[in-house]
Nanobody
């Protein structure tokens, strides 16, 4: 049984930082693709960042240079460091996983096999 559990969301002022964590069980984060998505009210869920085996990363244009995805294989956990946060970053953030590579190349929702429950990020 695969379980992804996010933590680290909260409220922050514009320009601030937050770090999201996603702890995995029943799934090894060093295998396949791990990613972060977000969904704002009234909008579609969108890919934010992904990290693939051997550390290859991809980012949405809107977060490049501000967000960093990383993983700790020993803890079976991956992270999203978010700096220089903007009000438009406000959303529910979800971690995601897929054994295949398509997710990491496309950041597309349809390639996600497993989802976390979400954690709210609010930037004011």
């Amino acid at each position: 049984h695969v379980q992804l559990v996010e933590s680290g969301g909260g409220s922050v002022q514009a320009g601030g930082s937050l770090r999201l964590s996603c702890a995995a069980s029943g799934y090894t984060v060093s295998n396949g693709c791990m990613g972060w998505f977000r969904q704002a009210p009234g909008k579609e869920r969108e890919g934010v960042a992904t990290i693939y085996t051997r550390g290859r990363t991809s980012y949405a244009d809107s977060v490049k240079g501000r967000f960093t995805i990383s993983q700790d294989n020993a803890k079976n956990t991956f992270y999203l460091q978010m700096n220089s946060l903007k009000p438009e970053d406000t959303a529910m953030y979800y971690c995601a996983a897929s054994p295949g590579s398509a997710l990491c190349y496309t950041l597309a929702v349809k390639y996600v096999n497993y989802w976390g429950q979400g954690t709210q990020v609010t930037v004011s």
